[in-house]
């Protein structure tokens, strides 16, 4: 029989639930104690008096990420506030939204379920769409992902990379300033190897016609990282060719002429590019034509009802005529207009067979399709699933689709994807760095490894050892001299021009300068403080 003391012993053995269970009531005692004695009030983890009972779920935080992955750094994060050299209390909740950013960066990704309050359920690999949807309360948290959305907003791409990148060098510069180097130091460091990262990736650009099988490679890489890839097949010349529709030389392009109509019909890859206008309603009467060729078309956003008035008004009348006389002349207005429309088929139609249609607000629950149009400038995307939850999901990757080909047009040129530029920029600033006099260079140092993270998380999300492969395209980029990226398919390095494997120039530039700014700001945070009322004013 065993012991009392022998079965505690066995629960607590590394790998058992009873000894993370163990670790993380040790770890919520020394917070208690620690934060206890020596949180302010401006800390959001803190466990103080003055520090509403919500803000203890940043602690849960800490003590689960330290309970589920064991993180050594965990001291340095429940450093207090306000104290030079010590690492933000904000890496806990960070690096958690960089963990979950971590698994939509690669082209075989599972998707990842959101659950609202309310019980809706989204199904997504957008890393736009997680950060918009996850509900982030700590302020550095929250500011990373307003910076990636914004980069979303501004390019269409780059929101997962942003977050990465961000979270990767505040790691790298954690290193460094836990060994007293000062934050300002290290933001000197960025800054000079930002504008070198800057110099390399206009080396590195190609400039290309943009020709449609130029734009199909693009449409590719950036649609396969976000549907699976039949579908992305089926959608990569629908986007390409809506485009070019709707392009014309010497204008910009504008994507609100390509409408994204839903219909929840069959399977999602029978989505399809229309070439015209699809309405989602019918023919207002049934004896109505369901069918009508070579026609004019008639375009109206009028009313053609008989309405009553906006104001409270009252007739009085003496005899059924006076009542007749007054319905009349409330609808006259309306048989007017109605009267305007038939003469203007007469007019055009007098000496053809040509038919007539007219296009207004409402209709039957049904879809008109106005196909077969000479020159059209706007266009339709149907988009087809089964459910809400497909509908949704291809939207939101047609829409991304639709700009990265946006961007490789008015861009003129692109940049090889896969990693290679990360790569070819990492390897660039470790020679530069022997330029920088000074303590500044560890800045710069610290900025190439952080680089390294994209091709790092697509080795690993590959499946693939993210060490060995980087190893691997390190070598063959200083043997090839040329942008070597990752074959997610084998795990061995290819060279992304060849591979037809393109990234737009100007999500990665924007990306290179809010990463640097927003982490050299964060660095410089000297403390957190919570912003209310103060007993000074008034």
């Known amino acids: 029989m065993r012991s009392p003391r022998a079965a505690g012993c066995a629960a607590d053995q590394p790998g058992s639930e009873g000894h993370h269970e163990n670790v993380r009531r040790r770890l919520e005692r020394r917070l208690e104690r620690r934060l206890g004695r020596r949180g302010c009030v401006g800390c959001p983890g803190a466990l103080s008096a003055d520090v509403p009972r919500s803000d203890r779920r940043h602690v849960d935080t800490l003590v689960g990420l330290a309970s589920l992955l064991l993180i050594p750094a965990l001291r340095s994060s429940l450093a207090p506030c306000g104290r030079r050299g010590k690492a933000s209390p904000a890496k806990g909740p960070t690096r958690e939204a960089v963990t979950r950013c971590r698994a939509p960066s690669r082209p075989t990704n599972f998707p990842l379920r959101l659950v609202s309050g309310a019980g809706d359920i989204k199904l997504t690999k957008d890393g736009n769409v997680l950060l918009h949807e996850m509900q982030i309360q700590h302020p550095t948290a929250s500011l990373i992902a307003k910076v990636a959305t914004a980069q979303d907003d501004i390019t269409g791409d780059g929101t997962t990379s942003n977050v990465l990148i961000i979270g990767e060098l505040l790691k790298q510069a954690d290193r460094y300033i836990s060994e007293g180097l000062h934050p300002r130091i290290i933001a000197e460091g960025f800054e000079a190897a930002k504008k070198k990262a800057l110099d390399v990736l206009e080396e590195i650009k190609i400039k290309k016609e943009m020709k449609r099988d130029i734009l199909l490679e693009v449409a590719r890489t950036s649609l396969q990282t976000k549907v699976h890839a039949e579908l992305a097949e089926v959608l ?73 008035t906006e104001v409270s008004s009252g007739f009085f009348y ?102 290679a530029v990360e790569v070819a920029i990492a390897e660039a600033l470790m020679k530069y760095k022997h330029s920088i006099k000074g303590r500044a260079r560890l800045g710069v140092q610290a900025f190439a490894d952080a680089l390294l993270i994209i091709p790092k998380v697509l080795a690993q999300n590959s499946g693939y050892d993210p060490q060995e492969t980087l190893v691997k395209v390190q070598a063959e980029h200083l043997e090839s001299e040329q942008p070597v990226g990752i074959d997610l398919n084998t795990g061995e390095p290819m060279v992304a021009a060849d591979a037809g494997v393109w990234d737009n120039y100007c999500v990665k530039k924007q990306l290179l300068h809010s990463c640097t700014v927003i982490a050299a700001n964060i660095l410089l945070v000297d403390e957190i403080m919570r912003a209310g009322m103060s007993s000074l004013k008034g």
């Open 236 to 308: 990569i010349e629908a986007v390409v060719d809506s485009v070019l529709a709707i392009t014309r030389p010497g204008y910009p392009i504008d994507l609100f002429m390509v409408e994204i109509m839903e219909m929840k019909h069959k399977s999602e890859t029978d989505t399809k590019l229309i070439r015209g206008l699809v309405l989602d309603h019918g023919a207002r009467h049934p004896e109505m034509k369901k069918r009508v060729e070579d026609a004019y078309i008639l375009i109206c956003n009028v009313s053609l009802e008989y309405e009553k």
């Open 318 to 419: 003496k005899t059924a005529q006076e009542k007749e006389k007054l319905v009349k002349a409330e609808r006259k207005f309306i048989d007017d207009r109605v009267q305007k429309i038939i003469d203007l088929k007469e007019k055009v139609c007098a000496h053809s067979n040509k038919g007539f249609v007219v296009i207004n607000q409402k209709g039957e629950e049904k879809f008109t399709f106005v196909e077969d149009c000479v020159n059209p400038r706007s266009v339709t995307l149907l988009v087809k699933g089964p459910n809400k939850h497909t509908l949704t999901q291809i939207k939101d990757a047609v829409r991304d689709g639709l700009r990265a080909i946006r961007n490789a047009i008015e861009d003129g040129c692109v940049v090889p994807g896969a990693g």
